[in-house]
Each structure stands twice: as structure tokens, then as C-alpha cells.
């Protein structure tokens, strides 16, 4: 059965039309009769949605998207996967949310300096899971602890500076080279760059300085290490 046949008959079963199955979803009617039509195919988000409102199992979705063979999900991944929602739903946690946060991966970057002089690299070392982020990149240095520890990785999502609020965490590159993780404050004088350990001083660029030799990769939307 292809993706499209299914979500036609799940939502027939349902008793629902097209336009009421966007709403759900979030979608536009337009996208949701590409979707029957076989002219597009749904997200890993669409699909996770999917799951929860048909309560039908996620993997199989997946497998039905790919064109693999649905009856190779094995009776003990089914389990598996039951017993986790089972567990989330009593502590009270949304598990479409969770299954949504697994399935998206983003790419870990080379490493950036905290302080520490480390050349920004822009290949992908690795990819880990994550969401409202667009990439990953790891973190060396001692300039932002104890907020940041050294050893961690950063998730960053790109956004134009305009959108930047002041003091909040951003990825840099400066003097054309170095990535840091700083505390950024934009005034019409220059950009100030700040660390959280005072045993770093505050940098200063001007604004032709900034345009010449700096460029404002995205905010920092979350900080991992480990214990």
C-alpha cells in the first residue's frame, strides 16, 4: 500500500474530509490532496502527526513513506515502541513530541573556541538529534563557564541578526577565522562580544570592523554536556 492510498483510507475511516484533516494538521487542503494524489510526500513531522491522530504505529508510516515492506517491523520493535509511549503518557509526557525530537538529526560542525583559538570548520564531523536547531558544533574553551562548560556541544539556529536580542548567545566568526560562542550586545557605537568568565575581557568591534572582519552565524538555542 503506498502512503498516499493510507492516508486517504485513514481519513475516510475517520470520517473526515480534506479540508478538515489540514486543520488538524496544520496544513493546507492543497497539501494534503498532494499528498493523496502521490505528488508529495508527508514529513517525518507530518508523519509523527499522523501517528498520533490515526494511532497508528510511527514506524509503519515510515515504512509505508518509503515504499518498504510495512509487515518487516518486527512484533518486538511494536512492543518496544508501546511500552515507550506507555511510559511517557504516565509520566505525563507527550510522546508525539518526543518521537518528533528523535527523528530529527542535524549536523555537528567542526569545533568552535570559547575563547580558546580554534579555526571555525564548516564540515560535518557528525549528525545528533535535536530540534529547533539547524546545526551543532562543538565546544572548546574555558570563556563561558561555568554557563557553558568546556567540552560541550551548542545547538544553533539560524536567524538574522535583526531578530538577535542583546545578551542573548550567539556563534561568531571573527577575524575571519575564529568561531566563538560569546554574549552578543549590538549598540550604534559597535558590537560588544562577552564572555561569562570575567577572566576574559570584553571585545569590541566597530561597525565597519564588524562588516570587514566578523559574520553572525545564529543564536544558541541549547547547551548539552556531560555529567
Same mark, same amino acid.
Given at each position: 500500500?503506498?502512503?498516499?492510498?493510507?492516508?486517504?483510507?485513514? @481519513?475516510?475511516?475517520?470520517?473526515?474530509?480534506? &479540508?478538515?484533516?489540514?486543520?488538524?494538521?496544520?496544513?493546507?487542503?492543497?497539501?494534503?490532496?498532494?499528498?493523496?494524489?502521490?505528488?508529495?510526500?508527508?514529513?517525518?513531522?507530518?508523519?509523527?502527526?499522523?501517528? &498520533?491522530?490515526?494511532?497508528?504505529?510511527?514506524?509503519?508510516?515510515?515504512?509505508?513513506?518509503?515504499?518498504?515492506?510495512?509487515?518487516?517491523?518486527?512484533?518486538?520493535?511494536?512492543?518496544?515502541?508501546?511500552?515507550?509511549? &506507555?511510559?511517557?503518557?504516565?509520566?505525563?509526557?507527550?510522546?508525539?513530541?518526543?518521537?518528533?525530537? /528523535?527523528?530529527?538529526?542535524?549536523?555537528?560542525l567542526g569545533l568552535t573556541g570559547a575563547g580558546a583559538n580554534i579555526l571555525?570548520?564548516?564540515?560535518?564531523?557528525?549528525?545528533?538529534?535535536?530540534?529547533?536547531?539547524?546545526f551543532a558544533v562543538s565546544v572548546h574553551g574555558d570563556s563561558m563557564e561555568?554557563?557553558?562548560? #568546556?567540552?560541550?556541544?551548542?545547538?544553533?539556529?539560524?536567524?538574522?541578526?535583526?531578530?538577535?536580542?542583546? /545578551?542573548?548567545?550567539?556563534?561568531?566568526?571573527? &577575524? #575571519?577565522?575564529?568561531?566563538?560562542?560569546?554574549?552578543?550586545?549590538?549598540?550604534?557605537?559597535?558590537i560588544w562580544l562577552l564572555s561569562e568568565n570575567s577572566a576574559y575581557d570584553?571585545?569590541?568591534?566597530?561597525?565597519?570592523?564588524?562588516?570587514?572582519?566578523?559574520?553572525?552565524?545564529?543564536?544558541?538555542?541549547?547547551? @548539552?554536556?556531560?555529567?
Amino acid at each position: 500500500m503506498s502512503i498516499q492510498s493510507l492516508l486517504k483510507e485513514l @481519513r475516510e475511516k475517520r470520517g473526515i474530509n480534506q &479540508n478538515e484533516l489540514a486543520k488538524m494538521l496544520g496544513l493546507n487542503m492543497s497539501t494534503i490532496s498532494a499528498y493523496e494524489r502521490g505528488i508529495r510526500k508527508p514529513s517525518k513531522k507530518v508523519l509523527i502527526k499522523l501517528s &498520533n491522530l490515526f494511532e497508528i504505529s510511527l514506524e509503519y508510516l515510515l515504512r509505508v513513506s518509503e515504499e518498504l515492506d510495512p509487515s518487516k517491523t518486527t512484533d518486538r520493535e511494536d512492543e518496544e515502541i508501546f511500552q515507550i509511549r &506507555n511510559y511517557l503518557k504516565q509520566k505525563g509526557i507527550d510522546a508525539g513530541n518526543v518521537f518528533e525530537y /528523535l527523528q530529527e538529526q542535524i549536523p555537528l560542525l567542526g569545533l568552535t573556541g570559547a575563547g580558546a583559538n580554534i579555526l571555525a570548520q564548516e564540515k560535518a564531523e557528525d549528525y545528533i538529534y535535536g530540534a529547533n536547531a539547524d546545526f551543532a558544533v562543538s565546544v572548546h574553551g574555558d570563556s563561558m563557564e561555568p554557563l557553558i562548560r #568546556n567540552g560541550s556541544i551548542a545547538l544553533i539556529k539560524r536567524i538574522r541578526i535583526e531578530q538577535f536580542r542583546n /545578551l542573548d548567545i550567539a556563534l561568531v566568526i571573527v &577575524n #575571519n577565522d575564529q568561531a566563538l560562542l560569546k554574549r552578543l550586545y549590538l549598540t550604534k557605537e559597535g558590537i560588544w562580544l562577552l564572555s561569562e568568565n570575567s577572566a576574559y575581557d570584553p571585545i569590541f568591534f566597530k561597525p565597519k570592523e564588524w562588516e570587514r572582519e566578523c559574520l553572525f552565524l545564529g543564536k544558541a538555542v541549547e547547551i @548539552r554536556f556531560n555529567l
